[in-house]
C-alpha cells in the first residue's frame, strides 16, 4: 500500500502532487493521466466513466491486480488490459467507442491502445486518485 499524502498540494485540474507515480481520474472531464513527482509523464486521454447508479469510485485507491486478457463473468464482456483498483472496478480497454453518453458500469474504459500502454506504467500497489462527477 502507499502513504498518502497528509496535505496534499493540488496540482493543476485537481490531481494532487504525489512523489511516487499516480494515476489521475477527472470525471469531469473525463480524463485520466499518470504523473511521477508532480510532472505529468503520460496522457492526458479520454476516458469513459461509470453511469447512473454505477458511479465510479472517487478517492484515494491503489491498483490491487492486473489481469491482461480479463472476462467479466458479471456482464459477459471482455475487459483487456484490466487493471483492478477498488473491488471489481477496473482501468481497462474496450472494442467498442468510449464516445457514449451511458457511460460503463463502474470502471474506467479507454481507447485499447491508451489501456496497452497504460499497463506498462502501473504496477499493483501504484496509487490511483478519482475526483468529479460525471455528467449525465
Same mark, same amino acid.
Given at each position: 500500500?502507499?502513504?498518502?499524502?497528509?496535505?496534499?498540494?493540488?496540482?493543476?485540474?485537481?490531481?494532487?502532487?504525489?512523489? *511516487?507515480?499516480?494515476?489521475?481520474?477527472?470525471?469531469?472531464?473525463?480524463?485520466?493521466?499518470?504523473?511521477?513527482?508532480?510532472?505529468?509523464?503520460?496522457?492526458?486521454?479520454?476516458?469513459?466513466?461509470?453511469?447512473?447508479?454505477?458511479?465510479?469510485?472517487?478517492?484515494?485507491?491503489?491498483?490491487?491486480?492486473?489481469?491482461?486478457?480479463?472476462?467479466?463473468?458479471?456482464?459477459?464482456?471482455?475487459?483487456?488490459?484490466?487493471? +483492478? +483498483?477498488?473491488?471489481?472496478?477496473? +482501468?481497462?480497454?474496450?472494442?467498442?467507442?468510449?464516445?457514449?453518453?451511458?457511460?460503463?458500469?463502474?470502471?474506467?474504459?479507454?481507447?485499447?491502445?491508451? *489501456?496497452?500502454?497504460?499497463?506498462?506504467?502501473?504496477?499493483?500497489?501504484?496509487?490511483?486518485?478519482?475526483?468529479?462527477?460525471?455528467?449525465?
Amino acid at each position: 500500500m502507499f502513504a498518502r499524502p497528509a496535505a496534499a498540494a493540488s496540482a493543476p485540474l485537481g490531481c494532487p502532487r504525489f512523489q *511516487a507515480r499516480l494515476a489521475c481520474v477527472d470525471l469531469t472531464r473525463q480524463t485520466m493521466w499518470v504523473t511521477e513527482r508532480g510532472k505529468t509523464v503520460w496522457g492526458p486521454v479520454p476516458i469513459r466513466s461509470g453511469r447512473p447508479g454505477y458511479e465510479t469510485r472517487t478517492g484515494w485507491h491503489a491498483i490491487e491486480w492486473k489481469a491482461k486478457e480479463h472476462w467479466s463473468t458479471l456482464y459477459n464482456a471482455p475487459m483487456p488490459y484490466s487493471q +483492478f +483498483f477498488s473491488g471489481g472496478q477496473a +482501468f481497462h480497454g474496450t472494442y467498442t467507442t468510449i464516445y457514449t453518453p451511458s457511460g460503463s458500469h463502474g470502471c474506467v474504459n479507454l481507447h485499447l491502445r491508451d *489501456a496497452r500502454q497504460l499497463w506498462n506504467l502501473l504496477t499493483p500497489g501504484t496509487p490511483v486518485y478519482i475526483w468529479g462527477a460525471r455528467r449525465t
